[in-house]
């Protein structure tokens, strides 16, 4: 995830962006498709370059997290789920990845709760079970450290609109 200051567009432009509609017409969409080509503009240049060659052992992992939505796995089932210790494996997904395997699956668990609260009327209490938090103070908590708001104010405030932010290192 990368950062694009706000102060690098129009705040009309913005403004208009974060308009609530009730129904898109061709104007909208032109306007996101050139707010994005400017926020990949804004990227530093190497950014876009080839990036290292994941394992392909961690690349069929991640694959399967993908489908299933579950991301409540330890690093010794991980690690062993591809026949190696579980030292071995850290390494392995570390290089691979650029995240230490935990953080990127509470990550990813993070990234599925946005989505459910944005798309679905679940309770905190049941959006908490089905990401595999232990209850909603816990999960609440994760939350608010990596989304920089709480569970609550991201569904109330309108976050929605916009895709979940979550901090790609603690």
């Known amino acids: 995830i990368y950062r694009v200051p706000a102060s690098k567009f ?20 032109l306007n996101v498709y050139a707010f994005l080509c400017r926020a990949v503009a804004l990227l530093p240049n190497n950014i876009l370059s080839a990036s290292p060659q994941v394992d392909e052992r961690i690349a069929k992992m991640i694959s399967r997290f993908e489908l299933t939505n579950n991301f409540n796995y330890t690093n010794r089932e991980l690690a062993q789920s591809i026949n190696v210790s579980e030292s ?13 395997p935990q953080f990127y699956l509470r990550r990813q668990r993070i990234k599925l709760a946005c989505r459910m609260l944005h798309f679905s009327d679940a309770t905190l209490d049941e959006i908490a079970s089905s990401t595999g938090f232990v209850d909603r103070f816990h999960f609440s ?12 104010k991201f569904r109330k405030e309108r976050y929605l609109a916009t895709p979940c932010h979550v901090k790609t290192s603690d």
Do not use: C, H, T, Y
């Open 10 to 29: 129009p705040k009309r432009f913005l403004e208009e962006l974060i308009r609530p509609r009730l129904q898109w017409d061709s104007s909208d969409f």
């Open 88 to 100: 071995a494996f850290i390494k392995l997904f570390e290089s691979s990845i650029g995240l230490p």
């Open 141 to 152: 908590r994760v939350f608010k450290n990596m989304v920089g708001v709480s569970p609550a």
